[in-house]
């Protein structure tokens, strides 16, 4: 129900974009997500958005590089991300919620939403 795509092999200062497609019970999700884990490491909160994409969510560490967005069917959602850094390297896990949540945000930051697709594989280089 929900498809991750674009992760690849980067240069440091490179860009790349993630899509993520919904479909049945995701589709029209009122909040999405998408997280990161590199190896050894805890999964992290990347990037948040709400249904209208009025309302946008960063990590810190990704602030002001990466670009979260919906498309304007709201089935598919972006990550652009630039100016990589090898640290960014690690699987992208899209997530969605199934309704909206009085604590949308808080499920955000703490990755406790309903459905998660499969990780896309993010790696840059030194």
């Known amino acids: 129900q929900l498809q991750a795509s674009g992760g690849g092999l980067v240069q440091a200062g490179g860009s790349l974009r993630l899509s993520c497609a919904a479909s049945?019970?995701?589709?029209?999700?009122?909040?999405m997500g998408w997280f990161r884990q590199a190896p050894g490491k805890e999964r992290e909160f990347a990037a948040g958005i709400t249904w209208s994409g009025a309302r946008t969510y960063y990590a810190d560490s990704v602030k002001g590089r990466f670009t979260i967005s919906r498309g304007n069917a709201k089935n598919i959602m972006y990550l652009q991300m630039n100016s990589l850094k090898p640290e960014d390297t690690a699987a992208y896990y899209c997530?969605?919620?199934?309704?909206?949540?009085?604590?949308?945000?808080?499920?955000?930051?703490?990755?406790?939403?309903?459905?998660w697709g499969q990780g896309t594989q993010v790696t840059v280089s030194s």
């Open positions: 049945g019970r995701t589709f029209g999700s009122p909040t």
């Open positions: 997530a969605a919620d199934r309704i909206y949540y009085a604590d949308y945000e808080g499920r955000l930051l703490r990755g406790m939403l309903d459905y």
